[in-house]
């Protein structure tokens, strides 16, 4: 049973440009969640999504960020006109269910983002 | 405001020996409390959970111990191996509460010396 999987594995993007980033889960898993991870800190919440739904955007910024999670196909987290401020890995887990209290999410090997 | 922290940056120990980390957090609301173990350029990996009406769940070598009343949870290894040596994340959900996020701390990087 194949894990999380990213692509790609490293992205640079020069100021400006968009990023896109995906995210297939595991088998049998329809949630999907994106977290960050900034140097020396630890993974911070982006979003939540289920097949075709966005379940928690809490996590997102306002501007430039915007997530899907199609029926068909990966999640994409995409972030727009990118800024320095933008570079960190982006970490991508699902789960089977959620809310049960016993379930677990897997995590994605991620994508390191650089900003020229 | 960190709802999960680690307050130990690092930990280094001899192989054979115990390792201890630490985890504290402050929101009452948390019912689901997880330990993962990342590598440099990897995706974390879960190691082991507890559910809070639990106070200790064991797997092998890992044990998690949760003390309620002092918001305050523990990762014990023993005996520590080489291969342990990584950077540990303690992450908290609010199940309850239909939130399925996970607040993680900063991490505590073990080293565990031959």
């Known amino acids: 049973n194949a894990g999380v999987m990213q692509n790609p594995r490293h992205l640079v993007r020069r100021r400006g440009q968009e990023a896109r980033l995906r995210c297939s889960p595991m088998k049998g898993h329809s949630h999907v969640y994106w977290y960050r991870q900034l140097p020396e800190e630890g993974l911070k919440f982006m979003v939540y999504?289920?097949?075709?739904?966005?379940?928690?955007e809490s996590g997102m910024p306002k501007e430039r960020f915007s997530a899907e999670f199609p029926k068909e196909g990966p999640s994409i987290l995409r972030i727009q006109q990118v800024v320095r401020g933008d570079s960190a890995a982006y970490f991508c887990?699902?789960?089977?269910?959620?809310?049960?209290?016993?379930?677990?999410?897997?995590f994605g090997p991620g994508t390191r983002l650089t900003v020229l | 405001d960190q709802q999960v922290k680690q307050n130990s940056p690092s930990l280094s120990v001899q192989e054979g020996r115990i390792s201890i980390l630490n985890c504290d957090y402050t929101?009452?609301?948390?019912?689901?409390f997880l330990w993962y173990k990342k590598y440099p350029a990897e995706g974390p990996t879960f190691l082991i959970s507890?559910?809070?009406?639990?106070d200790k769940n064991e797997d092998g070598r890992f044990t998690v111990f949760l003390n309620k009343s002092a918001k305050h949870l523990s990762l014990h290894i023993v005996p520590s191996q080489p291969g342990d040596s990584a950077v540990y994340f303690c992450a908290a959900a609010n199940y309850g509460g239909s939130q399925g996020n996970l607040i993680f701390g900063k991490g505590t990087k073990l080293s565990v010396k031959p």
């Open positions: 929101n009452s609301m948390f019912d689901y």
């Open positions: 507890i559910s809070s009406i639990k």
């Open positions: 887990a699902s789960s089977r269910y959620t809310g049960v209290g016993t379930d677990t999410q897997y």
């Open positions: 999504l289920q097949k075709e739904n966005i379940i928690d």
